[in-house]
Every structure is written in structure tokens, then in C-alpha cells.
């Protein structure tokens, strides 16, 4: 392939369409915001660009703020964590079949994406509703077994508007960004590796701990990065599986911008969160550079 260097007219105008969508419609929208967040609302409609720190002050002051975010951190922590759990079985099946079944396998794993998020955040209100398909099932198990003779008539689980429905929902929504990546990485996994620490007296758990987690570990980190940060800034699934009980930062931020007309609160907001990205960019990178033995 012919170096870029050689024929600059050539990459620039392949270049040029993609650079200008990503100036015009990502970092122009990005750098007004960040630059409301230096602003005051002088009125309803006008805001005035005066770089004040009092919003970034007053998301990390506030109780109020601090435990909407600490809260919002663990949710998405203990989400990930349960998607990685969930996911790295899954990866590693799908990476060991061969043929049609792995075809198949992937279809479903990408399948979520052809549905609407509004619709698959719907569809699990009607399987954790009090008459929902889960309550149903229960009841049904509860009263064939015969436990309604003995305990009385059952007593649905209270399984929406709180925070187990949140996690629950954003594992549901987001578990393939968790289980691409790790079938990208352990795709590429040497299996031989695995045979012979077997082969030398390892046990199972051993290997899976000692080999495949060190050498699929910059598919466990890039998975991690893709789930924990959408999910950190998450609205929708908060909003119709949590209801008031279960907010969290991204529906704090969403009042500010629509019911509360704060922007430049909401901007700062928004932007605490785009800080945690970039720090989170940043480890991604640091780990890669080490991965390579320190290049860059």
C-alpha cells in the first residue's frame, strides 16, 4: 500500500468528509457546551460566558449532587462488574464453536441492536411488572408446588422502580458492547496455550486465572470502558425501570437541560462525566502502551 506521505492529495481527500463531520456535528456541539459550563443564566433564554467555576463547585459541594454521583458510580460499577461476569462465559463459547453455530451465536449477541432502546426498556417494564411475566411464572410455580395452602396467596416481588430493576435493565441493554470485545480478544487467544498449561498439571481454574485473564485482559478493559461510561451517564433506563427511587447523574443532568432551562449547571454536569471519560481513555491507553512493552 502506498504511504500516505508520498501522495497527501489522496488521503486528504478521503480524509476531508470524515474530519469535517466530526468538527461540525461532534466538537463545534462538545465546545459550546464545555463552554457553558464557564457560564451564568442571566435570564430564561440568555446565558453569559463568564468563567465562573461555581456549577463545577456546586456539583462537587452539594451533599445532594455528591451522593446522586458516588451513587451513580456504583450502579455502573456493580452493572459492569455483572456484565463481565456474565459476558466472558458467553465469549468464550461462542469463541470455541465452529461453523454455523458460531454465526449463530454472533446473530444473537448483535440481534438487541435491530430493537429500539425505548422498546427493549418497555418490553423488560412488562416482564418485571407486579402482573408481569416473572410475578407470573412465580405464582405459577408457588401454587402448583402447593405453597398456597400453606403460606397463603402469593404476594408478587416488588421487582420495578428501584435500583436492582436499574441494574438489572443496563445489563440487559448493554451487555453486548461487553461481549464483542471479549470475543475479539479471546478469538485471538493462542488456544495451545491453554492445552499445555493443562497438560502440564494445571487445573482448570488455574489456567483460566493464570492464561486466558492476562492474555485477554485488553479485551476485559476495552469491554469495561465501552459499558461503564454509557452506563454512567445513562437516563432512559433510570428513568422508566427506577422512577424517583432509582435516579441517578444522567436524569439530574436531563432536568437541568429540559425542566429546570439550567444550562450551564447541566453543562458542568455533562462535563464531570466527559472528565471521567477521558480519564478512562487515558487508563485504556496507558494499558495498551504496557501491553506493547512501552510503546507508544
Known sequence: MENWNENKTTFWIFALPGTFW?????????????????????????????????????????????????????????????????AYPIAFLISFVRGRMKMILLAAVILPFWINLLIRTYALIAVFRTRGFVNFSLEWVYNTVGFDYLFGPFQPLELLYNNGAVVLGLIYVFMPFMVLPLYASIERLDKSLLEASLDLGATQFKTFWNISVPLTMPGIVSGIILVFIPMLGSFLIPDLLGGTNAQMIGNVIERQFKAANNYPFGAALSFLLMYVTFAALALRAWHASRSRGGEV
Request: hydrophobic content about 55%; overall charge neutral.
Open 22 to 86: 466530526l468538527v461540525v456535528f461532534f466538537m463545534i456541539p462538545l465546545s459550546i457546551i464545555w463552554a457553558l459550563s464557564f457560564g451564568e443564566q442571566v435570564s430564561l433564554t440568555k446565558t453569559e460566558i463568564t468563567g465562573t467555576l461555581e456549577h463545577y463547585a456546586r456539583a462537587l459541594g452539594d451533599p445532594v449532587y455528591l451522593k446522586i454521583i458516588w451513587k451513580s458510580i456504583w450502579i455502573s460499577a456493580l452493572a459492569t462488574f455483572l456484565c463481565l461476569l456474565i
